[in-house]
């Protein structure tokens, strides 16, 4: 798990499609066509053994949702995933070898494989459309080819120091020469095979926002050089302003990092100035989706990257500060749930709101064999063990074998969505109530999930990094404990 964060902050801060023509405008604004209400998107993936696929998708409540394959697949699998939406959306490709966006639309079915690393996407007697699917796959595999500076490649990690160790001039030199060239292989790409104008614009709007954030990655620069680079960046500010009021450029999931590393580099760093003080300047500075999104960043818990502590004062004054209903709703319940539990602290909740602690919970299944699966609903491969974990239920069936899953997520409203969605909505289905503050995860040292222990009948754990369901030690060693 820690390897795939590492690769998806990479993402965030190491971006290659790059650099911006002074002289041209920037890509038009797309109007974003919305299809029926609850159509759906659906995905097969067509795995070959020792493949391994990683996508995601942000939501509108701004969740990364991450869809994940089975490492070290044994046999050649299909997997199927669906997607409800109603509007077009960019799913990531977040294998580190791609990191690239695939422009999906709801109500058609997309059949996924291998192109060496990559991901190839097709619909079955749709030409069109496959060509359209894979036009940022096949600008991946050009620019791996050119061996850019910027691109960060694991079995070439010096090439990206030396780019790294660049002053910003020449930095953005580099940024603005990979972007021209991004930008002029996709032109030349959707002049071909009668391309989608309004697919077309989506991509050109994705490298463009992508660039920028580049501009914003700061690798280890010190506050003194960021700081002045900012302030003799002035042009930088002033293309982006406009952009803090642009509500349908939120379509693109890059975007809404944009609107962040702005809103943080130029106008108040909540980790300089604290939440509260962050909260007041955005509230009056912005306007709008970009306003509502930068108040509900401050206060909205859990996620990936999101260390965001409890802030009940902020989050009651963002229902009468916000214009987003999703976002109000969604605060809302998150926090009237951490209020309800607030003398709760380090306990397991079950979905009916019980109560009850580790401790009381082993007791209760003394003279069973335990297998507790710590997840969460942003862990893509916790969420990929799900197949095998219900499998595994099946198989194990009317003998004295309990599964207990214990999320260690922030946000009840997520971990309820995951679990239903995941089919874990059972009894045995807990949250840790504020998990960084649980004694259970600073006793058995949880710092990174997937994690499995395996609990034998007198109640002892015997196996604190047990194997994970996918993998086929686990059933002898249930079996030898039985």
């Avoid at 053994?49 to 869809?67: A, K």
């Avoid at 796959?137 to 850019?148: D, F, G, N």
């Avoid at 990690?157 to 972007?179: G, P, T």
């Avoid at 609903?377 to 194990?396: H, I």
């Amino acid at each position: 798990m820690k390897r795939l964060l590492l690769l998806f902050s990479l993402h965030l801060f190491s971006c290659s499609q790059n650099a911006e023509k002074e002289d041209k405008k920037k890509p038009a604004e797309p109007a974003v066509r919305n299809a029926p209400k609850d159509s759906v998107i659906t995905l097969e993936i067509d795995a070959k053994r020792g493949d391994q696929f990683f996508f995601g998708y942000t939501d509108p409540l701004f969740n990364f949702n991450m869809m994940e394959t089975p490492e070290k697949l044994k046999t050649d699998s299909v997997f199927k995933e669906t997607i409800i939406s109603s509007s077009p959306i960019l799913l990531k490709d977040i294998h580190w070898k791609a990191q690239n966006y695939i422009y999906l639309i709801p109500g058609e079915k997309y059949r996924i494989t291998k192109d060496s690393l990559i991901s190839n996407f097709e619909i079955a007697g749709n030409a069109k459309r496959t060509y359209e699917l894979n036009a940022f796959k096949e600008l991946k595999k050009y620019a791996a080819k050119q061996k850019r500076l910027s691109e960060f490649d694991f079995t070439d990690q010096a090439r990206y120091q030396k780019f790294a160790k660049l002053d910003f001039q020449s930095r953005d030199s580099v940024l603005k020469s990979e972007y021209e060239d991004n930008v002029q292989f996709l032109e030349k790409y959707a002049s071909k095979n009668d391309f989608s104008i309004h697919q077309n614009k989506m991509l050109e709007r994705n490298l463009y926002y992508q660039h920028k954030i580049s501009q914003f990655a700061f690798n280890k620069k010190s506050p003194s050089q960021v700081s002045a680079y900012l302030s003799d960046n002035k042009a930088l500010h002033d293309e982006l302003l406009p952009l803090m009021s642009c509500d349908s450029c939120f379509f693109d999931p890059e975007f809404p990092y944009l609107t962040k590393v702005f809103a943080k580099y130029y106008v108040a760093d909540p980790d300089k100035v604290g939440p509260e003080k962050a909260y007041a300047i955005y509230s009056n500075t912005f306007k709008g989706k970009t306003r509502d999104y930068l108040l509900y960043n401050l206060i909205k818990l859990g996620g990936m990257f999101n260390e965001t502590k409890p802030n009940p004062a902020l989050a009651k004054r963002f229902q009468n500060d916000a214009q987003n209903p999703l976002l109000k709703e969604y605060i809302k319940e998150m926090y009237d749930f951490l209020e309800t539990k607030k003398s709760a602290t380090g306990y397991l909740v079950n979905a009916g709101g019980d109560n009850i602690s580790w401790k009381e919970l082993i007791k209760n299944h003394r003279n069973k064999v335990v297998y507790v699966d710590f997840w969460a609903s942003w862990c893509g491969p916790c969420r990929a063990e799900a197949p095998a974990a219900k499998s595994l239920k099946k198989r194990f069936a009317g003998k004295d074998v309990v599964f207990v899953n214990i999320s260690m997520d922030e946000n009840s409203a997520a971990w309820k969505k995951a679990s239903k969605k995941d089919g874990i909505d059972t009894p045995n289905n807990f949250i840790l109530i504020q998990p960084s503050k649980s004694d259970l995860k600073k006793q058995y040292r949880i710092s990174s999930i997937p994690r499995y222990f395996l609990i034998d009948k007198s109640g002892k754990i015997v196996d604190s990094n047990a194997p994970r369901p996918s993998d086929d030690k686990l059933v002898s060693e249930i079996e030898r404990l039985l």
